[in-house]
């Protein structure tokens, strides 16, 4: 990660693990603690693979930032599919439309520092991801 | 007993014994790829792999959280080394090469359950030990395969989405697979199927699911865990799932997943100290 930013593309199922990778790789960077980086990786894979089975595919980028002396890693994942209509309803656990647990996105979001979600119709979903070093 | 049979000790006094179960294993397993990978090829892998851990584990791999990378183990790096370079070239994936090195556990086993039979505390001991080093031995194996694959083209990377897990008998009524990978792909159904197919087999009363080598526990994961221990269940056996650190602790907490019902347990030899307590073997959990 040379300049600090990775892209993955999310078309399939092997991408979600690509994914994990990059968010893995960006976390062992910054030097997070082991704890916080494996809460890391797994949000990225609910939102990646949300993106894959929801979201008709789309992209991760990853990016290093640096704020206050601490280093954090930013992934913002986006797709082009139908959106959610619901977002509150989808954050709830135990709510899943497919075959899931229901638990990915609200499990996501209690993993990681910042979360933000936009969705709409037109745009598909946008997943803000976020968690510093320490 | 005339000397303490170790993990270390079978690997250097039964080396041919272990070089010919695994060489059978590999053939019964379909991991051999003679398609890809010669047997003269393969064997002459197998003895060069075998001949470079008998000259290093026994003295390097007793320290606790031993660590491959470690200057010592350098003879078993350079052996995998050649092996990857080897099947990188012949096209072999990431868990065929997993499998190929796995399989090194029933020959292991069932040399240390013949040795050791009478004694269970000290069965289990090896059996954990073995485990720790063939595990060790697989995950650099296809860390290694997939970096060689990655230079050639990057893409690659995804091949670690196939979980490899070989199912091993290791007591009468005891079965156990070792989940290395990731389970995205296809392949989670082939595991949960594998585990049933041995149970029925080897008329298993337990089943051991060593999660050590899954680095992410994420809610597809702890579905297929779910279904996996209900299927176990509805066939009358119990499932113990092992090689939950606490980190992966913590994070299924925060996603809010619950195991119910499932036993835990946090490593392979508390695992396996349950299940000899459940079928009446005494060892003693502590
Ligand atoms: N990117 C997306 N695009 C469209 N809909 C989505 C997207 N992400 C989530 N959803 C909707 O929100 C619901 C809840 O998502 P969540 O990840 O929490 O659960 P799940 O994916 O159904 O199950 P789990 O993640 O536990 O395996 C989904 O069932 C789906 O209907
Ligand atoms: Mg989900």
Not at chain 1, 76 to 98: N, Q
Not at chain 2, 171 to 182: E, Q, S
Not at chain 2, 269 to 275: C, E, K, T, V
């Amino acid at each position: 990660m040379e300049d600090g930013r990775t892209a993955v593309t999310l078309a399939s199922a092997q991408d979600v693990a690509y994914a994990r990778e990059a968010a893995k790789r960006a976390m062992t960077e910054i030097g997070a603690s082991t704890v916080r980086r494996t809460k890391f990786v797994t949000a990225v894979s609910e939102i990646a693979r949300n993106a894959v089975i929801y979201g008709r595919g789309g992209r991760i980028v990853f990016e290093i930032r640096e704020q206050g002396g601490v280093r954090s890693v930013v992934a913002e994942c986006s797709d082009r599919g139908p959106g959610i209509a619901d977002v509150a309803m989808a954050l709830t656990d135990g709510y899943s439309t497919g075959k899931g647990l229901g638990r990915g996105l609200g499990g996501a979001k209690r993993l990681v520092d910042r979360f933000e979600i936009r969705s709409s119709e037109t745009t598909g979903t946008v997943v803000i991801l976020e968690s510093r070093a320490r | 007993m005339a000397k303490e049979v170790t993990t270390g000790s079978v690997l250097v006094e039964d080396f041919d014994r272990v070089l010919s179960g695994w060489l059978k294993v590999q053939a019964s397993e379909n991991v051999k790829r003679t398609d890809l990978v010669s047997a003269k090829e393969s064997e002459k892998q197998s003895r060069d792999l075998l001949a470079a851990l008998a000259d290093v584990a026994p003295e390097a791999a007793t320290a606790d959280g031993f660590d491959l990378s470690d200057a010592q183990w350098a003879p078993v790096r350079e052996a995998l080394e050649e092996i990857a370079e080897n099947r990188t070239e012949r096209g072999v994936s990431a868990a065929e090469m997993g499998w190929f090195i796995a399989s090194l556990k029933q020959p292991f086993f069932e040399i240390l359950h013949e040795e050791l039979g009478e004694t269970s505390a000290e069965l289990m001991r090896e059996i954990w030990s073995a485990t720790r080093i063939v595990d060790q031995v697989a995950l650099y194996a296809i860390e290694t395969l997939v970096q060689k694959r990655e230079a050639i083209i990057e893409r690659q990377r995804g091949e670690m989405t196939e979980v490899s897990a070989p199912v091993v008998k290791i007591w009468d009524r005891i079965v156990t697979v070792p989940l290395i990978g990731t389970l995205d792909s296809f392949r989670a159904q082939t595991v949960m199927e594998n585990l049933l197919d041995a149970i029925v087999q080897w008329e298993a009363e337990i089943a051991i699911i060593d999660i050590t080598g899954v680095s992410t526990v994420d809610t597809l994961v702890a579905q297929h865990l779910l279904k996996t221990a209900s299927a176990v269940r509805l066939m009358g056996s119990e499932c113990v799932i092992c090689g939950i650190s606490p980190k992966i602790a913590q994070t299924v907490v925060n996603l809010g997943v619950d195991l119910p019902n499932i036993t835990t347990r946090v490593d392979l030899q508390s695992g396996l100290a349950y299940a000899f307590r459940r079928i009446g073997v005494a060892a003693g959990e502590r």
